[in-house]
Structure formats: C-alpha cells, structure tokens
C-alpha cells in the first residue's frame, strides 16, 4: 500500500483528471470535458474527491449534494492500483462530506455492463435497486 492522500480538485487539476479517466474509468461522459469538469470544480468546490499515492493520482469520485440528493459519480481506480482500498477510501471520504452536509442517503451511478464495479460497490455497503431507472435528455 502506498502513502495514500484524499484532497479535493482544484482547476490546476483538470487536464490530469480528464487523462487519468481515459485509462481508469469506464464509459464516457458528456461532460468528460475540460468545460465540464472546471464547471463542476467552480461551482462545488469539494466535489470532486482525489486520491493520490506518492503524489500519483490513483482515484476519483465525484461526491455531488444538491441539497436534497447525495449522489456518487466517477469512482475510477487506476487499474495498476486496484484492490489496495483506494475506492473504499474515497467512498469513505465521500461518505464524511454527505453526512457533513446532512445527507441521508447516496445514489450511485454504475454502468449496468461494469461488473467489477458490482462487486465494489457491493463490498462497500450499497445494493442496486432495480425498480429504478435513469432517464436523460441531453440539453
């Protein structure tokens, strides 16, 4: 196990995050952009969660809270780094900041086809609930 360091981004770290999900997160977003993701850091701050080793990124997780929902988005492990607790960590981390801010439950986006991610999230404590489904319309 590394020296393991959660912070929150800062715009400095826009370019290295949007890299880094490149090669460890599953899926694109439409907000996988630099605009996208400097939006989300100026308007929340303390958003997105960073788990660095050594001072190498390793991890993310987006922690949103809209002041009624807490909803978990964008956890991605480098895969050289998996299997060490580095997404138990920034679910921990995410979890801190939720409750903080009087959060009561989080919903988690995962892809259906991402089984590996099943079983994280699952070892971490959440369940799926299927009677759920998401619905979007890209504006």
């Not at 303390?46 to 993310?60: F, I, N, R, S």
């Amino acid at each position: 196990m590394c020296d393991l360091h959660i912070r929150h981004a800062t715009h400095a770290d826009i370019d290295t995050v949007l890299r880094f999900w490149r090669t460890a997160a599953e899926g694109t977003s439409i907000s996988d952009d630099h605009e996208g993701v400097a939006r989300l850091v100026g308007r929340d701050p303390e958003a997105l969660l960073l788990a660095e080793c050594d001072g190498l990124l390793t991890g993310t997780v987006i922690a949103g809270f809209d002041g009624w929902r807490c909803s978990a988005y964008r956890l991605a492990v480098h895969p050289g780094h998996r299997r060490q607790g580095i997404a138990t960590a920034l679910l921990a981390a995410a979890e801190r900041r939720f409750a903080a801010l009087g959060g009561r439950r989080v919903d988690a986006m995962v892809l259906e086809a991402n089984e590996q991610a099943h079983h994280t999230w699952a070892a971490t404590g959440y369940h799926r609930e299927d009677h759920w489904r998401r619905w979007v319309k890209p504006l």
